[in-house]
Antibody, heavy 119, light 109 residues
């Protein structure tokens, strides 16, 4: 069965960077892209970007264009999301996800990774 | 990219039907047939309920249905059940990006 397993919770100081991993299993990794979505405490979902696991092409949300980098490692079937210059309002649960029926929807989700930014 | 507009909350009694709206623009909801709806219970990852405006993934109850008219998409839940109480989010494809709605809290009275 398809599984996306994310790395554990992180605590970072303002200005630091964080790299969250998302290890995929149960399917051919390079056929599907990975989408990253975040959710601040008590807030809604926010789309961050998408990466093709086939060729590494990326699309980033304008809000994160200059601070986020999405990558994949096909040898380990793992996707990564790196966010730089962290601020307190980056405190959120970060999710990786994958489509199944449509490239514009997310059917499989990771369990989420809480990133806390605090001095 | 501006978020899609959803009502903050809706409520209904068991057995009733409710509809959640999701209003965007001709650049997103009105321009593409790529609207999705997600259900999220507290502390859980979102669950896909509707994709491409009106399609249900296998395993999702047929009590959930989606539609689109102009720049507004809608999610209708019929025969409300207690377990439907959750947050619901719409999303739309737009120019190589996605945009989400602000979310709607559904309360089953």
């Amino acid at each position: 069965q398809v599984q996306l397993v994310q790395s554990g919770a992180e605590v970072k100081k303002p200005g630091a960077s964080v790299k969250v991993s998302c290890k995929a299993s149960g399917y051919t990794f390079n056929i599907y892209g990975i989408t990253w979505v975040r959710q601040a405490p008590g807030q809604g979902l926010e789309w961050m970007g998408w990466i093709s696991a086939y060729n590494g092409n990326t699309n980033y949300a304008q809000n994160f264009q200059d601070r986020v980098t999405l990558t994949t490692d096909t040898s380990t079937r793992t996707a990564y999301m790196e966010l730089r210059s962290l601020r307190s309002d980056d405190t959120a649960v970060y999710y990786c996800s994958r489509g199944e029926f449509s490239s514009s929807s997310a059917y499989y989700w990771g369990q989420g990774t809480l990133v806390t930014v605090s001095s | 990219q501006s978020a899609l507009t959803q009502p903050a909350s809706v409520s209904g009694s068991p057995g009733q039907s409710i509809t959640i709206s999701c209003t965007g623009t001709s650049s997103d909801v009105g321009g593409y047939k790529y609207v999705s709806w997600y259900q999220q219970h507290p502390g859980r990852a979102p669950k896909l309920m509707i994709y491409d405006v009106s399609n249900r993934p296998s395993g999702v109850s047929d009590r959930f249905s989606g539609s689109n008219s102009g720049n507004t998409a809608s999610l209708t839940i019929s025969g409300l059940q207690a377990e439907d109480e959750a947050d619901y989010y719409c999303s739309s494809y737009t120019r190589s990006n996605w945009v989400f709605g602000g979310g709607t809290k559904l309360t089953v009275l």
